[in-house]
């Protein structure tokens, strides 16, 4: 690298999951422009990384938990401290003891960096966070056929003929795939969209299906019944390989389109049209995401009727379908950041004192404990010590309030790694300072189609201030108690460890053309494998015994959310309007708030709504507003912008996710003011497979706020 | 096979747990001064019935209650195994693959929670060969984790590796899966096939 001149580099961005390939201009040394950045968050690299509130020093807390008073230490210090606090630890209550919680900030270094903690600390009780995200995918794709299938690296837009987006939002949560999505479109593509919300792609679509949040299952159990009584499935893949296929035919009489459209506020007709477009214009590509099968209690068993829909029409690993992503870095043996984090373990005595082991085997066998059952254990004394990396844990949860008052009080020791002092970070006892992602080496696993080649990235500046890597800091704190860490020595020996099977380290990877290695790009992946799934029939499995024999149905059925205006009318009286998020491309969850480029433009939390409700509510546009659930009826509430959306459902309002505020006071800086999770309960009830609590389709109730201070200011993003 | 050998053998399967802790040592020791070979031969499901009966007697509390007969019975099965698996030319395609990893081998632990078994095999130039305590993880490829019987079940083919905590890459299955199989058929001294049981997970 030349200090004195400028340079351009490559490097994979992964400030969210997308890992955008994009070039970095650097300058004496420091990052001064990105080339390429597809997004706000990709452009405004240098913002981050050269920020004056970057956390630069290790810092020991030096007050009471919460009076925000640092002061700066040594990296030594910071070390040794943390490995003798871990090791009392143990001793009096053994490893497991530590709660390890990563998140999507600095995207899979944090992961990454978990997973090595959680073998090389010996605890069990770690968690990414993706009970709230990927996990009911997982598990039910898993339990389908043994792969992923719906989440965001599975599709093939380019190839489609039709294109379904449900619950999912691309625009703003991947854009480089919806572009190429929107090129498919124009070309003719059909567009199916599946969402409450008028999202950029539900505009443009052939199929808009504004249905009533949290009644998928509904729908789909409607489509399948269209598609199988029409004869619009695939007979050749339904009867070679799956099994279940005559129970689901006969499951999914009793599910008619008149009988969905009552439920789910939809058109008979449109759920008809829909079924028969999606079958018939094939092959079809369908992305789901957290709008239909997550933070839900029927998130996982809605899931599989995803996999029964895309499986009976023949979509799997086809070009133009839904491609096995993992299957690809399987066959290759790469060790990714999906596949690192739930196949390292613990010692076998201490693994099996995985929190929610016992309660939710599946997510127990991906080395993940229950979040939910881990408050529990904190507030008992069971979980003692907690590293938060990567993760804005307070914000991030539901139950916010609950997070904040369990760190404060109830834990003896907190160590949190984060770029920003966050509400989470400010309750910490130490604070590291992490290396941005230009700062340092890893590998990155492609994402969109083909989806078939990892590369490596070199760091283009030396970290700023102290700042390190989250996984060498871990290989410290390691050192330092006496583990073994061999063969994770450093980071790049930790690089070359994934590398192993595939034969190459980091450094031949970085040498390569684009810096890459490339896998075969297959597909119908099944014809050729013995067992063509990997299931415990060997089959694409429509009815799950396993699924059965952990207490839910082996054959979905549709449930009504816990609150809803079926299940208690009584509330939706007062409680009259249902609650969903909405993201923004500017954000990657709940960062970014203080960085001004991507503050400018979004400056405020907005709650979309309809004018015609707003106008009964007396709110203009633009007005500040609150908004409270059942169970916080009179004791809390948000604070939002009403933002008119005159093509959302009247009776359903949608709040922007992950917003705290750096700028107001304080350790909770804002974090109970604009967030839902400050509102939910992560009390049951709870999915039965993953355990997570019903987080979204809530009713709420919305009124105009008394002050309305600070409504015309939208300079810089300064708020009052 | 000489039948005091033989004969010692069965009646182990008929011991009590004290009974059985110290004969077995006894045992093994014998049917090595006769020959392991000899005794595969002539008996080739001793190992999978001797385990057995261990299964079937509370194999944790057995395997706890005395460390050196644990080591000793690790040490044997690996051997026997080992042995064995010259005379199962069909293992063979299975062997070769593991050792064309791109590591040149395949290591496996098993890793118990509940009793000292803790034990490994690997397979190297097309040969297998185990012994006693768990290989580093800089030098394993899969670790199965589990109660005792569970473990012991795995070497019979009466359990599937799936439904077992893995510390692996789940790629490994088709180069594992046929391996453990081999395993099990070695230990009962014929074909054993399981039904596939195993999920994935992300």
């Not at chain 1, 706000?40 to 913002?47: F, L, S, V």
């Not at chain 1, 498919?184 to 599946?194: E, N």
């Not at chain 1, 390292?344 to 082991?357: D, L, Q």
């Not at chain 1, 015994?545 to 207490?551: F, I, N, Q, Y």
Request: with cysteine; hydrophobic share 35%.
């Amino acid at each position: 690298m030349a200090n004195s001149e400028q340079s351009i580099h490559d490097i994979v961005c992964i400030r969210c999951h997308q890992k955008c390939h994009i070039r970095a201009v650097v300058e004496k040394g420091k990052v001064v422009k990105i080339l390429d950045a597809e997004c706000i968050k990709g452009r405004t690299i240098p913002d981050v990384m050269y920020h004056p509130d970057r956390v630069l020093y290790p810092l020991k807390r030096a007050g009471k938990r919460g009076e925000c008073k640092w002061k700066r230490i040594s990296w030594d210090e910071a070390i040794t401290t943390i490995a003798n606090e871990l090791m009392e630890m143990k001793e009096k209550y053994g490893p497991e003891a530590l709660h390890i919680k990563s998140g999507s900030g600095q995207k899979h270094i944090g992961n990454m960096a978990l997973g090595m903690a959680n073998k090389l600390f010996n605890t069990p009780n770690c968690h990414s966070g993706s009970y709230l995200c990927t996990v009911p995918t997982i598990l039910g794709d898993g339990l389908t056929l043994g792969d992923g299938l719906v989440y965001e690296n599975n599709q093939d837009y380019e190839h489609a003929k039709c294109i379904v987006f449900w619950g999912a939002d691309p625009d703003p949560r991947i854009p480089r795939q919806a572009k190429i999505a929107r090129e498919a479109i124009s070309k003719g593509t059909k567009l199916i969209v599946v969402d409450p919300r008028p999202t950029t792609m539900a505009k443009r679509a052939d199929i808009w299906l504004r249905i009533r949040p949290g009644t998928d299952a509904a729908l789909l159990l409607a489509m399948l019944k269209v598609i199988i009584n029409e004869g619009l499935y695939d007979k050749e893949f339904t009867s070679k390989y799956c099994m279940g296929f005559d129970k689901l035919k006969e499951h999914v009489q009793q599910y008619s389109p008149e009988w969905a459209a009552g439920i789910t506020w939809l058109k008979e007709d449109d759920i008809v049209r829909a079924a028969r477009m999606y079958a018939t214009n094939g092959p079809a590509t369908l992305y789901a995401r957290l709008g239909v099968a997550a933070q839900q209690i029927n998130a996982t068993q809605t899931d599989r009727l995803l996999d029964a829909l895309i499986g009976v029409s023949g979509y799997v690993d086809i070009p133009g379908g839904n491609l096995l992503w993992k299957r690809t870095f399987d066959d290759a043996i790469f060790q990714s950041a999906l596949h690192f984090r739930g196949n390292i373990k613990c010692t076998a005595e201490v693994e099996m004192k995985r929190i929610g082991a016992k309660e939710y085997p599946l997510m127990n066998k991906g080395a993940r404990c229950d979040m939910p059952l881990t408050f529990k254990a904190i507030e008992e004394g069971k979980i003692r010590a907690l590293w938060c990396v990567c993760t804005n844990l307070i914000v991030e949860e539901p139950n916010s309030r609950e997070t904040a008052r369990l760190m404060r009080d109830k834990l003896d020791f907190i160590f949190v790694s984060d770029y920003f002092m966050t509400p989470t970070a400010e309750l910490a006892d130490i604070v590291l300072p992490p290396a941005h992602y230009a700062e340092i080496d890893f590998t990155s696993s492609a994402f969109g189609y083909p989806s078939n080649y990892v590369t490596a990235s070199r760091k283009v500046v030396e970290p700023q201030g102290e700042c390190k890597d989250d996984r060498e800091a871990v290989i410290e704190i390691a050192k330092k108690m006496g583990v073994d860490i061999a063969p994770w020595e450093t980071v790049i020996n930790f690089e070359n460890w994934k590398l192993r099977y595939v034969g190459v380290t980091f450094d031949e990877v970085w040498n390569m053309p684009q810096h890459r290695v490339v896998f075969p790009r297959e597909f119908r992946r099944y014809e050729r494998s013995n067992p063509p799934f990997n299931t415990p029939s060997g089959k694409y499995e429509l009815y799950s015994p396993t699924a059965e024999s952990l207490g839910v149905e082996a054959l979905p059925i549709f449930k009504e959310p816990p609150e809803s205006p079926v299940r208690t009318p009584e509330l939706f009286k007062e409680f009259h309007l249902i609650y969903v998020h909405n993201t923004t491309v500017n954000y990657q969850h709940t960062e970014g708030r203080q960085i001004e480029r991507q503050r400018r433009l979004a400056p405020d939390p907005y709650l979309e709504i309809n004018p015609e409700t707003a106008s009964k509510l007396g709110i203009s546009n633009g007005d500040w507003v609150h908004l409270d659930i059942p169970k916080t009826k009179d004791k809390h509430h948000l604070t939002y912008r009403a933002k008119f959306v005159p093509e959302l459902d009247p009776r359903v309002v949608s709040g922007a996710h992950g917003w705290w505020f750096p700028e107001k006071p304080g350790a909770e800086h804002g974090a109970f003011d604009s967030n839902i999770n400050a509102l939910l309960s992560s009390g049951p009830p709870h999915d039965p497979l993953v355990g997570v609590p019903q987080c979204r389709a809530i009713l709420c109730r919305v009124w105009k706020a008394e002050s309305q201070k600070g409504k015309g200011d939208k300079k810089n993003g300064k708020r009052n | 096979m000489a039948k005091e050998i033989k004969s010692k053998i069965d009646s182990l399967l008929k011991m009590p747990a004290e009974e059985l802790r110290a004969n077995l040592p006894l045992a093994i020791d014998e049917t090595r001064q006769y020959g392991l070979s000899k005794a595969i031969e002539e008996m080739p499901d001793m190992l999978s019935k001797i385990i057995g009966r261990i299964i079937e007697i509370d194999s944790a509390k057995f395997l706890s209650e005395s460390p050196e007969t644990t080591e000793k019975f690790m040490d044997f099965i690996w051997e026997f195994v080992g042995t064995a698996s010259e005379k199962f030319d069909e293992l063979k395609p299975a062997f070769e693959k593991a050792s064309n990893l791109k590591t040149g081998r395949l290591s496996v632990n098993f890793d118990s929670a509940d009793s000292p078994f803790k034990c490994y095999f690997r397979i190297r130039n097309g040969k297998l060969e185990g012994g006693v305590g768990l290989l580093r993880f800089k030098d394993q490829d899969v670790r199965l984790l589990g109660y005792t019987s569970q473990l012991l079940k795995i070497l019979t083919g009466d359990l599937d590796m799936g439904k077992l905590v893995l510390e692996w890459h789940p790629g490994l299955r088709y180069i594992v899966r046929p391996v453990m199989l081999g395993v099990a058929t070695i230990v009962n001294g014929k074909r054993v096939e399981t039904v596939p049981g195993e999920f994935a997970l992300g």
